[in-house]
């Protein structure tokens, strides 16, 4: 178990068709480092989010971001939030793992796909995902 | 006519299902400021993006985001890049305006409508939308 914060990151108003994938993740993610936004992983979430004003949510997020030693996001729904996220943590040069499910009914974004500052993962089932993790968080000690 | 440079921002990868106001607002702009993305309204453009490698468009983009005055993003559909790249607007002060659709079917992220550091506007109707870039271009003079 390392003692690495890891910042979660998931489509929450942009749809949570993967809701059950980001819990699957997060419970790995939990057995080898903190991981701060868990609460994003929750399958009772819905695309309404958390409840409270944005400029809250925005507040909470940050601040977890800028804690994090490093962020894990999942990236095959699209999501403005999760894209800003993905800027802000490399900005402050925070390693980024980029997981994206290669099921051939989306592309992703050239923006993410190209980015020279984070490691894009794509992965055809879960458990490629999560050798992706162990291999990341590795990385970090 | 300004002689201003302004980044359009809009899904691509994301979905195309707002193309045709991508392209009204895009045509709007044009008559007050040079568009760099001008490309990116354009309705034969599918969700399979533009030809090329992610790394070369990633280049392409950002390097127009460097170049641009200020951003106007149209934040109705979700997307990855678009988020990406207000952060990246942000981090280099660079004023943004961010346009969201209220038809009642989506909640815009919390990352963009709690951001302290940009300008959200709800529109009903195309018109709102582009008062709104009237006025946001004025204040760049």
């Given at each position: 178990?390392?003692?690495?914060?890891?910042?979660?990151?998931?489509?929450?108003?942009?749809?949570?068709?993967?809701?059950?994938?980001?819990?699957?993740?997060?419970?790995?993610?939990?057995?080898?480092?903190?991981?701060?936004?868990?609460?994003?992983?929750?399958?009772?979430?819905?695309?309404?989010?958390?409840?409270?004003?944005?400029?809250?949510?925005?507040?909470?997020?940050?601040?977890?971001?800028?804690?994090?030693?490093?962020?894990?996001?999942?990236?095959?729904?699209?999501?403005?939030?999760?894209?800003?996220?993905?800027?802000?943590?490399?900005?402050?040069?925070?390693?980024v793992?980029?997981?994206?499910?290669?099921?051939?009914?989306?592309?992703?974004?050239?923006?993410?796909?190209?980015s020279?500052n984070l490691?894009?993962?794509?992965?055809?089932?879960?458990?490629?995902?999560?050798?992706?993790?162990?291999?990341?968080?590795?990385?970090?000690?």
């Amino acid at each position: 178990m390392s003692d690495k914060k890891i910042y979660f990151a998931c489509s929450i108003r942009g749809g949570r068709d993967d809701a059950e994938t980001y819990g699957a993740l997060v419970t790995h993610i939990t057995t080898q480092a903190v991981v701060l936004s868990e609460i994003f992983a929750d399958r009772k979430l819905t695309p309404s989010g958390s409840p409270g004003l944005s400029a809250d949510i925005y507040a909470k997020d940050i601040s977890w971001v800028q804690q994090a030693d490093a962020i894990i996001a999942e990236v095959t729904n699209p999501s403005l939030g999760v894209g800003y996220e993905i800027a802000k943590a490399e900005e402050w040069d925070k390693p980024v793992l980029a997981l994206f499910h290669e099921t051939g009914e989306r592309k992703l974004s050239a923006m993410i796909d190209g980015s020279p500052n984070l490691l894009v993962v794509r992965y055809m089932d879960i458990d490629e995902a999560k050798l992706a993790i162990d291999s990341f968080i590795r990385s970090l000690e």
